[in-house]
């Protein structure tokens, strides 16, 4: 049975009803667990929450603690679990492999891999139709850049402020956000840029990004063009022309940029720098680690909403739904130069993996997640505009499908981040009430929702009336 908790703050909003039931909790003591956490784990792995969840089980779009505590799951293990906790069609799948065969490595063939890899190039356009499978993002995006720097000879590469593309000693380079930053030599032969954040930056407007809801910043553009963007480009080829040499291997870049809060370019940035890169010589990389697999609702890959066929695309986390993997798409062409001396991945597209990820596809598509991502994201985000509408603490709300960014200000005219402690207190008051949401941005002032895309109309009313209650009993304590 599941028991009631009493939240140090009350909502109106009922939890939807959900009739699966968790298993009983056997396991260790919390106490237990605490105890393990800070003698053996190591330490760089953070918990979130004063009080971290202890979680046991899940279902769909919901998780269970230790106590038999149901949580609406509005961060998906880091845009991670994709169709949706223990999902019954790739539990199944897994399970019936795991009984075949778990792992030969790719030096012999095997069904899983072959079919697997027709399967998802199929769902690229031309020429991008060959895969490289690994066990994560980070590996992913370093083997992206080794790519690109083999295959034009150049060594060069840039990406944008506040990208998040791994954290191996190779990617950190790329990574562009001080808390990931540790103080050793890295970023060799990696520049960055000018960030176009169309709410942050120096310049946006009100019709600038891809999204039910635009920013509350005026707009100075005229018919047909858009001023942010030609500014934000002439910052690029300002590094462009200062920073690398003539010549570079690549550029990358997030469709939507995932650890900084969900943050979009105005529309035709990315077309314009794609074909300044080119010009260079170089490779144009997109990283579809959170916003691929139908995400982002109107399209499969975030790079199609931006009308860019990228020459690399690197993909991990819904890929695999929670299963550790990986993958770079590319043409056969950019592939051949990796062939010219061995490099190898040990359980890179093992059995396994191909299974749980070929699962993946077919759930995607069988629940008409992209339309759902699309339908219900689209509903949330106009939903949560309402919100900042009301609070003078709500900045902005961006984003598109299932992929949303909620920016906390002290005030909308400064746009000043709202303090952490105060960003905390909310947050912990949302978890208090059932329903879990990630933190990004550069200050973690930036609250980020991307549910697994199986979610409900009726979960996101739940979810906004929970929001709800925690800003404005934050309004109440700042009074």
Not at 259 to 281: H, S
């Amino acid at each position: 049975r599941q028991q009631k908790w009493k939240s140090s703050v009350s909502t109106q909003a009922k939890l939807p009803p959900c009739d699966f039931v968790p298993e009983k909790y056997e396991s260790y003591p919390y106490e237990r667990m605490q105890k393990i956490r800070e003698q053996n784990i190591a330490p760089s792995l953070r918990t979130y929450y004063k009080k971290p969840l202890l979680l046991h089980q899940g279902h769909m779009q919901w998780l269970f603690d230790h106590e038999g505590r149901r949580y609406l799951d509005l961060f998906a293990g880091i845009v991670t679990v994709s169709v949706g906790h223990c999902h019954p069609k790739v539990t199944m799948a897994t399970q019936k492999q795991l009984a075949r065969l778990w792992h030969t490595t790719n030096i012999y063939m095997y069904p899983a891999i072959h079919e697997y890899a027709e399967k998802l190039t199929s769902l690229f356009p031309d020429p991008l139709k060959v895969v490289y499978l690994t066990n994560s993002g980070s590996e992913a995006n370093d083997l992206a850049m080794f790519m690109a720097r083999l295959h034009t000879h150049n060594f060069d590469i840039v990406s944008l402020r506040g990208g998040y593309h791994g954290g191996s000693p190779y990617t950190l380079g790329l990574t562009s956000l001080t808390p990931y930053k540790h103080g050793v030599a890295n970023g060799f032969g990696c520049t960055t840029t000018m960030l176009p954040d169309v709410f942050r930056g120096p310049w946006g407007g009100s019709h600038c990004r891809d999204s039910p809801v635009q920013t509350v910043r005026k707009c100075s553009c005229t018919e047909g063009g858009c001023l942010a963007k030609d500014q934000y480009i002439e910052q690029f080829k300002d590094t462009l022309n200062t920073s690398v040499p003539k010549t570079v291997a690549g550029f990358i870049a997030e469709p939507i940029q995932g650890v900084n809060g969900a943050v979009q370019y105005p529309r035709n940035f990315l077309k314009e720098a794609y074909q300044l890169i080119r010009e260079r010589g170089g490779l144009c990389i997109s990283d579809e680690v959170q916003t691929g697999f139908g995400r982002t609702g109107s399209h499969f890959w975030g790079f199609q909403t931006h009308g860019v066929v990228p020459d690399i695309v690197t993909l991990a986390k819904g890929i695999g739904n929670g299963f550790p993997m990986a993958a770079v798409v590319t043409t056969k062409e950019i592939a051949s130069s990796l062939a010219q001396n061995l490099h190898f991945n040990t359980f890179g597209g093992n059995p396994l993996a191909c299974v749980v990820g070929a699962a993946v596809l077919d759930a995607i598509e069988e629940d008409c997640l992209q339309k759902n991502s699309e339908d219900v994201g689209t509903y949330m985000l106009l939903e949560l505009a309402k919100l900042r509408d009301k609070f003078e603490i709500v900045g902005d709300v961006r984003g598109k499908g299932l992929m949303i960014g909620v920016e906390m200000v002290t005030d909308k005219d400064s746009r000043r981040p709202l303090p952490a402690e105060e960003i905390s207190q909310i947050w912990e008051d949302c978890k208090d009430m059932g329903v879990l949401i990630g933190r990004g941005g550069l200050y973690s002032q930036t609250f980020r929702i991307k549910p697994p895309m199986c979610i409900t109309k009726r979960d996101v009313d739940f979810a906004v009336e929970v929001f709800r209650t925690a800003l404005q009993k934050h309004v109440e304590r700042a009074a």
